[in-house]
């Protein structure tokens, strides 16, 4: 049934299906799928929504309509009857547009289309239309090419390196076109109260957010590779945590503080779509990311973004951020593994 979809579209479903248990319904509805789209592509969901709040929004509103109590992420989860509508609207729009493979935005036209759907409402809610996210898929998706375009000889095995490491901690997609790799700091750091010292509230809410952050993205991994007990654990620790962090709010009067934005964002240029890719790098940058780094395969190029000095191309060999300190060889990158 999912030989078509991407890999983001294919996890987009499992994290449908464990939202769906998280929220005690027997079977998979819109709204579920819905947040699985946001949480598996997050550039999409900054897109279409007015901010990063907005999704939790929407979780709070999906959350008064499910009341059931969890089911355990071992027992099968069927797709409602508007869900499999859904796809096939989703796998429709794709074959319109003649796009060969079908990814999370096809799935958004194709919930947009089942217009009854509480995912469609909430959508609706946020002034996101059908014809507004047709218009963005026409130009931004690439019309089907045979053969795809294939990895970076050594990417992989370089981020692999750094989650060896134990500190850092890679979000993305590595087999989809156009992978966003996003690296992040793991490493969070234990509360100095919870050692026996005081700090101030506003610092621990802090690292709550960090702990949180952590949690949220090793569950989103753990989802994604099918390790659905894992992925539990931690939801129930995440939970925990903004507990922790909703008391501490209220007990001091505080502002939750917004998720922490990844240091370092990855992206894979093609000269035929080079445009879109730099508005994409401008959209990391306008959420808080520090710097991109802008990785050409064919010609075996490197650029900076960065909001001070734009987007340049490096001249040099390594590649580096000083803070924490960040190496990239391009020479590894580009030509590690192949033939050349």
């Known amino acids: 049934m999912f030989e078509r979809y991407t890999e983001k579209a294919r996890r987009t479903i499992f994290f449908a299906r464990y939202e769906a248990s ?28 007015a901010s990063a709040a907005t999704v939790e929004v929407m979780r709070r509103s999906i959350a008064e309509r ?8 071992s027992v099968d989860l069927p797709l409602s009857n508007e869900c499999k509508r859904v796809l096939a609207y989703g796998a429709e729009e794709a074959e319109r547009m003649n796009h060969r493979h079908i990814g999370t935005k096809h799935l958004l036209l ?33 019309v089907s090419r045979e053969g795809g375009f294939g990895p970076i000889a050594g990417l992989d095995q370089w981020l692999a390196d750094l989650e060896a490491e134990g500190k850092w901690m890679v979000i993305g997609n590595r087999a989809n076109h156009f ?3 996003v690296v992040t700091r793991a490493e969070y750091k234990q509360g100095k109260d919870e050692q026996g010292e005081n700090i101030a509230p506003a610092e621990k809410l802090v690292e709550i957010r960090r702990r949180i952050d952590y949690l949220i993205a090793r569950m989103e991994s753990a989802i994604g590779n099918h390790e659905f007990e894992k992925a539990r654990s931690y939801s129930d620790e995440e939970r925990k945590e903004r507990d922790k962090m909703r008391q501490l709010c209220e007990q001091f009067n505080l502002e939750e503080p917004p998720p922490q934005a990844p240091l370092l964002c990855i992206e894979i240029a093609r000269h035929d779509f080079f445009s879109q890719i730099r508005k994409r790098c401008q959209e990391h940058l306008n959420q808080g990311v520090g710097e991109v780094w802008l990785l ?13 000095d734009g987007l340049r191309e490096f001249k040099g060999e390594v590649l580096k951020i000083a803070t924490p300190p960040l190496e990239m060889d391009l020479k590894k990158i580009f030509y590690e593994g192949s033939s050349q």
């Open 296 to 308: 050409d395969p064919e010609l075996k190029r490197a650029y900076t973004v960065t909001k001070s």
């Open 66 to 73: 499910n009341t059931g109590v969890k089911i355990p992420t």
């Open 179 to 181: 992978a966003l790799h």
């Open 22 to 49: 998280q929220f005690g319904s027997h079977q998979i509805e819109t709204e579920h799928l819905l947040l699985g789209i946001f949480r598996e592509d997050k550039p999409l969901a900054n897109q279409f929504l």
């Open 110 to 142: 194709g919930m947009l289309r089942e217009r009854k759907s509480f995912a469609a409402q909430l959508l609706g809610d946020q002034g996101v239309t059908l014809d507004l996210v047709r218009e963005h898929v026409r130009q931004s998706e690439p």
